[in-house]
């Protein structure tokens, strides 16, 4: 009993601490045997159940369809990067103008889940590669990090799937990933602390030489506020 009871320990420390053990969206293997609407009518009732655990009045014109809007919210969006059909299509282009300096997108906005707490991740991500022949659009960049983020997430790991998704894509290693975002489950439960935000980072290839790394994060101390 001492041991089980020291292991909970462990573990309540490790969710508090937003540490996780896998680069990988824990996943079920059956995750995707039931249909959307399917997932919606479960989700729906769960969320009835909670409800009325704490006590609503579901019969008030307010709450009777919060259980079936927040059921479709996670399915359709908050959650909608589980599902891998929804992955954006990141169409390469070839390198034609030869440019072969850094790229940054800055700034790119994040809303993600804290999937310890189901509490709001909200912050900016900032992404940059060097091409090694291929280009991808601008905006796909964007919706590699808005796919990863709608899924009950930890920091870290997002930062590590983004950069890992990017570099499949673009068939290089040179791709690095910065991310400040506040998690709620600091700023608004436990602590409190409404001010501090949490800031992560993923580099690959050149990225972890000091010097190319220094001009990644000189880029993102630019005033670009036009």
């Not at 995707?32 to 729906?44: A, C, P, S, T």
């Amino acid at each position: 009993m001492k041991i089980e009871s020291r292991l909970k320990d462990h573990l309540d420390e490790l969710e508090n601490d937003h540490i996780s053990a896998s680069e990988e969206t824990p996943l079920r293997k059956d995750a995707f045997v039931l249909g959307d609407d399917e997932k919606i009518d479960r989700i729906k009732d769960s969320v009835r159940e909670i409800m009325l655990t704490l006590g609503l009045d579901l019969e008030d014109d307010s709450l009777k369809g919060t259980p079936n809007r927040v059921a479709k919210m996670f399915v359709n969006e908050i959650f909608g990067g589980l599902h891998p059909d929804k992955k954006p299509n990141s169409s390469t282009f070839s390198n034609k103008y030869k440019y072969g300096e850094m790229l940054v997108e800055k700034n790119i906005t994040l809303y993600s889940t804290c999937e310890h707490h189901l509490l709001p991740i909200v912050g900016k991500a900032h992404v940059a590669y060097i091409s090694s022949g291929s280009v991808v659009g601008l905006s796909k960049m964007n919706r590699i990090v808005d796919y990863f983020a709608k899924r009950p997430q930890v920091q870290e790991r997002l930062n590590i799937q983004i950069v890992r998704e990017l570099q499949k894509v673009l068939k290089t290693e040179d791709v690095a990933c910065v991310i400040d975002a506040k998690h709620l489950c600091v700023n608004s439960r436990g602590i409190r602390d409404i001010d501090s935000s949490t800031v992560t980072a993923e580099y690959g290839g050149k990225f972890k030489e000091e010097t190319v790394r220094r001009e990644f994060l000189d880029y993102l101390n630019l005033d670009t506020n036009f």
